[in-house]
């Protein structure tokens, strides 16, 4: 399980960054957040399970994976739900669907 922290610290950075620069300051920042905290877990070595302390740890482990699973689940619905409300806001006001007309060419 080690071995993968560097990865999930990686690609939770690379999405926040991409949020924000993208224009999606509202996420970017909830992401950014997150990430803060997943790096102040690394920095105090409790990101990392030690396999002889395994079932030590299990009760702060489970505390610390819930809540990351919590954010995680809560931003998807977030970005889901402007994702819902984009389309539908293309799709069902006049202005949104005379921008996705094309044009048809000059003959």
Partial sequence: MNRYVTHELVAQ???AGLLVLSGKWFAGLCHAGLLAY??????????Y???????RQLPQQ???RLI?????LLLFVVIVYRLIETALLVLLTPEGRAMTKV???AS
């Fill in 62 to 64: 489970k505390k610390q």
């Fill in 103 to 105: 044009s048809k060419p």
């Fill in 38 to 47: 997943m790096l102040q877990l690394c920095s105090t070595r409790q990101m």
């Fill in 49 to 55: 399970v030690e396999i002889t302390d395994a079932f």
């Fill in 68 to 72: 990351m699973l919590g954010a995680h």
């Fill in 13 to 15: 950075g690379c999405l």
